[in-house]
């Protein structure tokens, strides 16, 4: 008797350990004793999966998406609105940012929303940056004296709305594209001069999205030909101008053009898309 009780007590004890995989919580729901994550298998630029298994039964297992990690060594901040965190902003840390930098979507499974200000600040060895889609604000300053970066490269589906002055001061590229999406291109608060002394710009593409802008937003770039703007007269006519000038101030023998999907019939600066995508005036 006595050898059947403690039988019965050891049974009693091991049940809860080899029925805790597959059980349900009393919500009729499969429940696992799950260990950590395991290795990822992404990237600086592409998305990879990663694994966890139950440690109650090996043969359960399950994946999940991990996120591009970014160039190594950028360092990211909270963001919170009045009451809740949003996101990060992220800055050059400790990253090299010799040759092309690649800024992740997510950290810490999170969205990467901002570019901080003076986030790479006179980094002059940067050539290239990869801004992802999340990003919603570039910061005033954040790529101030990158005066070899020559390409800005915005993801797919930019989720960008504001630029804030300064961000590209005395950057080094020729040709610059603001992502459609895009609505602040001034402020009242900070000198809009975004582009400010980019010497070697020649083209840029304005959205039609924006609906403010800085008078000053070209300010001692002198080598710009090329406005592309992606409305039409009346379109650019409505933007809120801000700053010390009531219209926006262009170098001596730049052009503004608007755009039109089709060859043009009446008088004046016209632009379309031709087959590589590349701004084209009509």
């Known amino acids: 008797m ?22 349900d919580n009393g919500n009729n729901e499969h429940t696992h004793n799950w260990g950590t994550w395991g290795d990822s298998t992404a990237t600086i630029t592409q998305d990879g999966i990663e694994t966890r298994v139950c440690l109650d039964d090996s043969t359960h297992s399950e994946t999940r998406i991990s996120y591009a990690t970014g160039t190594p060594g950028l360092f990211f901040s909270e963001r919170w609105d009045a009451l809740n965190f949003i996101g990060y902003a992220v800055s050059k840390g400790t990253a090299d940012t010799s040759g092309t930098v690649y800024i992740p979507k997510y950290y810490n499974r999170e969205p990467v929303i901002e570019i901080s200000i003076d986030a790479f600040v006179d980094s002059t060895d940067l050539e290239s940056v990869v801004v992802p889609a999340s990003i919603t604000t570039i910061r005033q300053g954040a790529f101030a004296g990158c005066s070899n970066l020559a390409s800005v490269v915005f993801e797919q589906d930019s989720q960008l709305e504001t630029i804030i002055g300064t961000a590209f001061f005395r950057c080094g590229f020729e040709n610059f594209t603001i992502p459609d999406g895009v609505k602040n291109l001034g402020t009242t608060a900070i000198a809009a001069r975004q582009f400010d002394e980019c010497a070697n710009l020649k083209t840029i593409v304005i959205p039609k999205s ?69 701004p084209t005036v009509w």
Do not use: H, M, R
Request: charged content about 15%.
């Open 2 to 23: 006595k050898k059947l009780l403690i039988a019965f007590v050891i049974c009693f004890a091991l049940a809860p350990i080899l029925v805790a995989c597959g059980t």
């Open 210 to 278: 924006v609906l403010n802008i800085g008078s000053e937003i070209f300010w001692q770039s002198p080598n710009l030909e090329k406005v592309f703007y992606g409305g039409d007269e009346s379109d650019w006519n409505s933007i809120i101008i801000q700053g010390g000038f009531p219209s926006v101030k262009l170098p001596d023998g730049a052009v503004l053009y608007f755009y039109s999907t089709s060859e043009p019939t009446t008088p004046g600066n016209f632009w379309y898309y031709n087959n590589d995508n590349v």
